[in-house]
């Protein structure tokens, strides 16, 4: 597979090489002038088409959102990932590539009444969360865009007491599990994960347990 850099600088020799013929025979000012531009174009082109990669052990990433007045966290962790910095035409866009990596994030806070009814943070009640935990094959974190595509997610959904995010699930029962094909998690507003071509078990639970 030929690099964009490359077939940059292949082109560019090409036609510095035609050009400095074009001097060499007919040394015009203007020729000389065309050959100058040349070279300056195609130094700006490497630049602005530069890609800069570096390799990250033992990931993690805290990620916060604010939902109906409640900070929700997501914690993100992956063994090994790449980082790419890359440059087009003066826009820079960073993007880790992760590879098995794990997500457990806050998809709602709420309170509950004594009859299990769902009632605003603000009024006394039990609190409750719903808490979604997966695992993909590999994903993308899209810092600019504030997103992570992944790709054959394994998910598992549940309902657990308390407003703060728990470290691990334990030994806790899913209200849901399933595997997808491919999913994303957007958090540029508050987390929203869809997942395509979801196949999942529902479980029923007593949450007031």
Do not use: W
């Not at 549940?158 to 699930?169: F, H, K, M, V």
């Amino acid at each position: 597979m030929i690099r964009p850099y490359a077939l940059i600088s292949t082109v560019s020799l090409f036609c510095a090489l035609v050009l400095f013929i074009g001097i060499t025979i007919l040394p015009t000012s203007s020729s000389k002038n065309r050959y100058l531009n040349l070279i300056k174009q195609t130094t700006e082109e490497r630049v602005l088409a530069a890609t800069h990669k570096q390799s990250r052990e033992g990931v993690r990433k805290d990620l916060f959102a604010a939902r109906n007045g409640h900070r929700h966290r997501a914690v993100l962790t992956c063994p090994v990932s790449e980082l790419t910095l890359s440059y087009d035409r003066g826009e820079a866009e960073v993007v880790e590539n992760l590879k098995k990596f794990h997500c457990i994030m806050q998809e709602e806070v709420y309170n509950v009444d004594d009859e299990g009814m769902k009632i605003p943070l603000d009024v006394q009640g039990k609190s409750m969360q719903t808490v979604r935990d997966f695992d993909a094959l590999s994903g993308r974190f899209y810092y600019q865009r504030q997103m992570l595509p992944a790709e054959r997610v394994f998910v598992s959904r549940y309902t657990l007491p308390g407003r703060d995010l728990p470290e691990l699930i334990g030994e806790a029962d899913p209200t849901m599990k399933g595997v997808a094909r491919t999913a994303e998690l957007n958090f540029a507003s508050g987390f929203k994960f869809k997942a395509k071509h979801l196949k999942a078990t529902f479980f029923l639970k007593d949450y007031l347990q």
